[in-house]
C-alpha cells in the first residue's frame, strides 16, 4: 500500500503546487502530502458510500457494470476536488473576518503610536482588542514570544496573510523596520487609501442590493404567489384535487427559492466597519 500510495500522493502534490500556500493561508497545519492523502482518503470512502445503491440496482437490472464503475470514479472525482476546494473557502473566510474591522484595529495601532508606545508594544495593545482582526495581530505577537525576531514574524504573516489589505499594513511596518523610514506617517496615508476603497464597497453593495431587491421582489414573491394562485384556481376547472402533500411539493421548490436569494443577499454583503 505505502509502495503504490507513495508515488500516487508525489504525483498529485505535483499537480497542485499552490495548495503548500493555500494550507498556510487557511491556517491548516499540515502537509500538503499529508492533506492530499487525508482528501483522497474520504472521497474513496464517499464514493463507495454513494455508488453503493447504484451496485445494488445495476445488479439487479443487470446493467452493466461499467457504469457503476463510471458512477464510482465520478464520485472520486468530485469528492477529491471538494477536499482539495475546502482551504479556499477557509481563505475567504479569515480575509473576510480580517477585513471586516481591520480598519479599526489599524487606526488603533496608529494611535498608540502617535501617544509613544514602541511598535512592539503597540502591536501587543491591538492583540488585545475584541476585534476579529486583532487575533491575526495576536499570532505575530505569539511568535515573537516564541523567540522570533519582530521581523521574521511580521514577515511570515506577510507571506502567508490571505488579506491584501492585511498584507499592505504589514508592508509598510517591514519597510519602516528595514529602512528606518517613520511607520506612523505611511500608515496614515494607508489608512486613508483603506478607507476610501471600503467606502467605494459601500456604495457598490448599494446599487447591488439595489437590483437585486427588484428581482426578489418579481421572482421570490410576485411569481410564486400569482403561480400557486393561478394553479389552484386551474386545478379547480380540471378536477385536480388540492391537497396538502401536492401543496408542499409546490412549496418546496420556492422555499429553495427564498433560500437561494438569502444565500445571495449575504455573499454580496461588504464585511466592513468604518
Known sequence: MVNISG????????????????????????????????SALIAFVLSFIISAPFFFVFLKEKI??????????GSFYLGYH???????????????????????SVRYLLLKMRTGSPLLNALADVAR????????????????????????????AYLYTP????????????????????????????????????LIKIESYSKKISSL??????????????GVSVFIIGASFVNIKVTGTLLGLIFMPIAGLQMLFIYIFKSIKPMVNL
Not at 473557502?89 to 480598519?103: G, H
Open 7 to 38: 508515488p500516487l500522493i508525489e504525483f498529485l502534490s505535483s499537480k497542485n503546487r499552490r495548495l503548500d500556500l493555500q494550507l498556510k493561508q487557511a491556517n491548516i497545519k499540515e502537509s500538503v502530502d499529508s492533506y492530499i492523502k487525508k
Open 64 to 73: 452493466s457494470m461499467l457504469y457503476w464503475i463510471l458512477v464510482l470514479a
Open 82 to 104: 471538494i477536499m482539495l476546494g475546502l482551504p479556499y473557502y477557509s481563505i475567504k473566510k479569515r480575509t473576510q473576518e480580517i477585513e471586516s474591522d481591520l480598519l479599526y
Open 129 to 156: 482588542l475584541k476585534t476579529n482582526s486583532s487575533r491575526y495581530f495576536g499570532e505575530i505577537i505569539g511568535d515573537i514570544y516564541r523567540g522570533d525576531t519582530v521581523e521574521n514574524s511580521i514577515n511570515n
Open 213 to 226: 431587491s427588484m428581482f426578489y421582489m418579481v421572482l421570490g414573491v410576485i411569481a410564486p404567489s400569482l
Open 163 to 198: 488579506s491584501k489589505q492585511f498584507k499592505e499594513v504589514l508592508r509598510v511596518i517591514r519597510e519602516s523596520l528595514s529602512t528606518g523610514v517613520d511607520v506612523k506617517n505611511n500608515l496614515e496615508v494607508l489608512l486613508r487609501q483603506m478607507t476610501r476603497e471600503q
